[in-house]
Each structure stands twice: as C-alpha cells, then as structure tokens.
C-alpha cells in the first residue's frame, strides 16, 4: 500500500459487479481505495456482490464492509451514508458507480417509457439523493470528495437515449454540487469512461445480442484510438483515486474522460 488514501473512509455505491470475466469499475474501485489504505463500505443492491469485493480486499489485508441498498431509493440512500457515518464516524469520499443500460434504451424515437423511467432512477436520481444526505457531513466534517462515474455517452452517441441523457445529467449535477460546495470544502468531479473491457459491457452486450464475448471484444477494441484496445476497471479506478485523493484538492467541478482518445477524434 502506498497510502493515497491513508486515514479515508470511502463509500461506493455498485462495487460488487456484473458476472464476467474481467474486472467493473465499482470492484476495481473499492480494491484499489482499500490498497491505497481507505476503509471502504461496498454497497450494492445484491449484497453478496459486495460481500465478494469486501472478501478480495480482506484477502488483500485491507479494511471494508458490505452493505445492501437500492440507490433508486431515497431511503435506502440515506441509510448507506448513515451506516458509513455511524461506522467510522465520517465519510471521506463517496462514489457514484451505479449505472446501468439495458432493454427498452434505444433511440428517441424507440425508447419506452418504463426504460426511460427505470435508467433515470437508477443512474441520475440515485446521485443526486446520496449526494444530498452526504453532503450535510461532509460539510460539517470540514470538507469531502464526491466522484460520480458518468460515461463518454453522455458527450455523444444517439442508440441508448435514455443512458445518455442520465449520464448528461450526471455531468450537471456535479458541476451544480461542485459550485454549490466550493466553499465548504466538498469538491465534486466526474470520471467519464469510454469503452471498458467490463463484465457489464462485454459479457452484457454479448448476452443481449447473442454475440460472443470475444467477437464483442474484437469490435470494441477496434473503436479505440489509443493502442486499439478498451480501458479496464483498473484504469477508471485510478482516475477515481487521484480525484477522490487530497492530490487533486484544487480540482472540483471537472468532467473527465478515460476514453483512450475517443473524445478527442472527430469523424
Ligand atoms: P457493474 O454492472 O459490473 O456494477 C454495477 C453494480 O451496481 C452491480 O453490482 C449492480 O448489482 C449494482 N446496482 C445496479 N443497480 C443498483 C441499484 N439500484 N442499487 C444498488 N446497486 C445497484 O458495472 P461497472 O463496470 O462497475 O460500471 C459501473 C459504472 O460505470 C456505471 O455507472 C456505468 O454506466 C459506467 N460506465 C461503464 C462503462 C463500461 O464500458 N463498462 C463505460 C462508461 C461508463
């Protein structure tokens, strides 16, 4: 451990993950914050999920606990930053990691209703109600970091309309919480990943379009500028990490993208 997080306590929402083969961004998260010597609570609508990413970080020596709540649910939401809180008495760091796609998304003129409904509960509303219960200790607490994980779907695209615009969203709401916190120390920034070799994307995709896990691989990497191949979990974890850290401590209010260059080729 090299300590970027010495002393932290961290909670990140969706860090057990999608069934594949690789690694998702809340796991690789929760693995790393707790490497770099955070105490994390590993929160997820399935709790043996969670369970499995606290058990690789036991393993590892580190220090968390899993905890069950569905973010869609105001409730549940303040109960997530109430059990870090009453845990290890304050939150350093809260990430927003729950996302999700599925049936229904498509373009505008195909999206249903109940999708639409389901993605912007799941993937907006849910930032913004665990920001709201943090942010009253944080700011009493002296200061804090938010890391809401958004997507490059959300600067383009035109397939999933009702993910892409969630994640839009996700973009405002950290520059609002950003400016509306400056002043009280909380600092509020986004990771937009770009095309991830994740459970949730690969084994996903190729679930639902009956394609192989390494034909879905093959034309995603292709779409990659940087080396022709996808990011990983590890690579969003570690844009998480240097933003949820007190290296970045003059950074608030940023939209970033580990996209390996997509967001930077036109045409
Ligand atoms: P994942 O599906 O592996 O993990 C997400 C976890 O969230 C799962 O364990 C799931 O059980 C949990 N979850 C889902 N709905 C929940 C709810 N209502 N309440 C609590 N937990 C819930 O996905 P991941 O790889 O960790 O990716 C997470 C984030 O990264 C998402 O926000 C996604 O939109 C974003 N993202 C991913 C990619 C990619 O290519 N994988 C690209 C851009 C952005």
Known sequence: MSGRLQGKIAVITGAGQSAGETIG??????????????????????????????????????????FQADVSRDAECAALVAEGKSRWGRIDILVNNVGIGGSGDGPAHRADEAAWDRIMAVNL?????????????????????????????????????????????????????????????VRCN????????????????????????????EARNARVPLRGRMGTGWDTAHAALFLASDEANFITGVLLPVDGGMSARVG
């Not at 693995?31 to 499995?52: N, Y």
């Open 25 to 66: 961004n809340g796991r690789a998260m929760a693995v790393l914050f707790a490497r770099e010597g955070a105490q994390v609570l590993c929160v997820d609508r399935r709790l043996e999920s969670a369970a499995e990413t606290v058990a690789m970080i036991a393993a590892e020596g580190g220090s968390a606990a899993a």
């Open 190 to 217: 986004a990771v937009l990943p770009g095309l991830m070799d994740t459970p949730m994307a690969v084994s996903g995709i190729a679930g639902a379009t009956g394609s192989t896990t390494e034909a879905v691989r």
């Open 125 to 185: 509303k849910s930032a913004w109600m665990t920001i709201k219960h943090a942010v009253p200790v944080m700011r009493e607490q002296g200061g804090g970091s938010i890391v809401n994980i958004s997507s490059l779907a959300s600067l383009a695209g035109g397939n999933q309309v009702a993910y892409e615009v969630s994640k839009a969203g996700v973009n405002r709401l950290t520059t609002s919480v950003a400016n509306a916190n400056a002043a009280y120390g």
